[in-house]
């Protein structure tokens, strides 16, 4: 009786071929004293009630960081000196970005879908307006991604999603010490043939605890207090050194 | 070991900041300078953002200060009378050369006109402390007698104030205008100024190098404490975790560079600042002029300075 409910009640769904199902190895990343980094694993399956199509799936993750504006100057020898010339703000740029997938990211997502759902790591950033602040504003964008992939915060990874059967996949996304605090959306999509077929977003949540989260809220909220603090810290610091030494001296 | 800075939210290793901490505390306990100069610059290096570095490295400043000048006070060469006329004129200047700043700021390419200032500064004072102190040692080593102190037309000035540290009968008014012109330039260069300081100490009001350094970094308590409440209260860029690892190895380094610095000859300590000096110059000169090898440096927020 309870599976013929649960059947009809599948018929009843309007009918979508794929569907991801997922899971997450953590949700909340806690940023203490010691951190590290974090590696997140992202596992899921593809739900469908047709048999397995010709045609291969593929999956793309993507994690992203808090969007922040970014500021990319460039130098320029004038008079003989190297000074910075020209600006370009851009509007909005994760401070991490992660996108992994089954195959070469070209051949497993279309142009189109790439603009539409904002995928690669260039279409990931804003930059709304940039062509007006130089002539050729895409040389900032392209430098703001070269240093911060150099830095690990934005990482290409293809081919690091394992694709079982067409049906389970997994990844690991390394998260680095550097991490900013915010709500990190995590992004799922299956795709065939370059098309985007079924997506997912869930977040995960990354957070300072403990003394961090104490320092950081007594410093935006009361930074008089917070001022004060740090100088009676130094002055202490600064007599005890003096006062231990002069103990030394002596001994 | 890395810890992770809560405003900075970057992660670091702790002995690295110890290590660095120590030796720049120790020049700052040698010299009588704050040392900022030389620690921006590495902490920039290490991946600190430039706002934090700047905002708690002046916290890390008034810890080794003030390890130094208990220190020095121990061994009566701090002249506390001529640091407070410096500092007064230092507060003074200060507030001028804030001004100066904002309006050039509004100019543009104020960084520029700050790099600039410090090669042709640290350039002059280093270059001529140098060739002082050279000839100095020169001197003592031939066993002549050190040249008398001139009575020029700074001894004809009113409002003549005894100094006894130093051993000074001088008005005060050259003393404060040294103190204005080293805090505008502190301001606009956005250091403490002790580098400045302490040759303008030496070389324009007479003062013995011995006494020299502690004054100095008296005065640089005052400045870089005031600068850290600045920085606190108005950008939120002091990280005190990341000041506190650095002072660790501040006081104790101040405590071993004023140990070195009495077992020293003046004109030695001077040739060995006017190195120090010529050295920060000269890398930033190359800054400037040597093709780097990244042309775009990326900064946070929209407007950064």
Redesign the interface.
Known sequence: MLRLAILLSLLALPLKAEEVVLGLSRDKVA???????SEILIFGAVKREAPIPDIPLDVVITVAGPS??????????RF?????TDTV?LDAAPTFYAVATTGPLDMVLSATEDLRHRVSIPRAIRSVGAASMAEDAER?TE??I???REQDAYQLRENTVSFDEQTLFRTAISL??????GTYPARIFLTREGRVVSRLETVIDVH?VG???W??TL??EK??L??????A???A??????AA??VLRRG | MQIYLPIAEVSVNAFLLLGLGGIVGILSGMFGVGGGFLMTPLLFFIGIPPAVAVATEANQIVASSFSGVLAHLRRKTVDLRMGTVLLVGGLIGAAIGVVIFNYLKSLGQVDLLVKLCYVVFLGVIGGMMFVESLRAIRRTRRGAPPARKKHGWVHGLPFKMRFRTSGLYISVIPPVLVGVSVGILAAIMGVGGGFIMVPAMIYLLGMPTKVVVGTSLFQIIFVTAFTTLLHATTNYTVDVALAVLLLVGGVIGAQIGAMIGTRMKAEQLRILLAIMVLAVCSKLALDLLLTPSELYSIASGAGGH
């Open positions: 940023i203490t004293a010691t951190f590290e980094g922040l504006p970014v500021t990319v100057r460039r130098k320029d020898r003989g000196i190297w000074v910075n703000r900032f430098a703001l070269r240093i911060r680095p010490a550097n991490l900013t605090e300072k003394l961090e989260r320092l950081f410093s935006r930074p008089l917070y001022g004060l603090m740090s100088l810290i130094a002055i610091a600064g007599w005890g050194a003096s030494f002069q």
